[in-house]
């Protein structure tokens, strides 16, 4: 037994292929449907049936509560098959690779959807068929962490050794701030040293002078009330 949601024109294509398949249509709805509500106040017995189609193009829940009520429905009714149908969906349409990502596999959006459909209600369609609603941004986001992971799983010494630099380094300032004070006052002392060698060398000169000198030194003995 077979229950569905779907457009005038596309139920047409689901009774075609239940008559040739032989599969009861147990109960159909052809108008705009809240899913949620539906699944909760319809009279149908889910039970019985084998199969669900829901056409996303009549269903008017948000993104978040399509999912969250296709999944819900599965674990209540797990013997039901569900089937998307979303022509014309791009392959990674949020509810697309959500519900792939969620185990759903008979998800078909091709514009024509009688061969797909076929499949679905015989042998189903396989998850490598449906490979193509695999989330690829997320993947390769995965893959850039997994390679981060990997790298340092793999170079675990090199974020050793920068942490042992910065250490270093760090410890090396008060060492330093102590070589540059030491250069400073040794450069002090030796510019004492040679004012004092300076003096001590023009002293020396006026002395030799004075001495050598009979007029100068008389006169500074004069100066000195010494004569």
Not at 54 to 62: E, F, K, P, R
Request: hydrophobic residues 40%; glycine residues 2%.
């Amino acid at each position: 037994m077979l229950s569905y949601i779907a457009n005038i024109n596309t139920a047409q294509v689901i009774q075609k292929i239940c008559k040739r398949k032989n599969i009861l249509i147990l109960n159909n709805q052809e108008i705009e449907t809240d899913i949620k509500q539906y699944v909760k106040e319809t009279k149908v017995n889910f039970n019985l049936i084998k199969y669900l189609i829901i056409d996303l193009s009549v269903i008017t829940n948000l993104d978040t509560e399509l999912i969250e009520t296709i999944y819900n429905f599965s674990k209540l009714y797990g013997k039901a098959r569900i089937i998307i149908l979303a022509s014309n969906y791009d392959n990674q349409n949020i509810v697309l690779t959500n519900l792939y990502e969620l185990g759903f596999y008979n998800i078909i959006n091709e514009t024509d959807i009688e061969d797909k459909l076929s499949i679905a209600l015989g042998e189903g369609i396989q998850k490598k068929d449906a490979k193509k609603f695999e989330k690829k941004i997320e993947v390769v986001q995965k893959e850039s962490k997994f390679k981060k992971a990997l790298d340092k799983i793999k170079h675990p010494k090199q974020k050793k050794e920068k942490n042992k630099e910065i250490k270093e380094s760090k410890s090396d300032m008060p060492s330093n701030l102590t070589y540059l004070f030491s250069l400073l006052l040794e450069a002090v002392t030796r510019l004492v040293k040679l004012i004092c060698y300076v003096l001590v060398f023009v002293l020396t000169s006026i002395g030799l002078t004075i001495l050598l000198n009979s007029e100068l030194r008389e006169l500074v003995l004069q100066i000195f009330g010494l004569k």
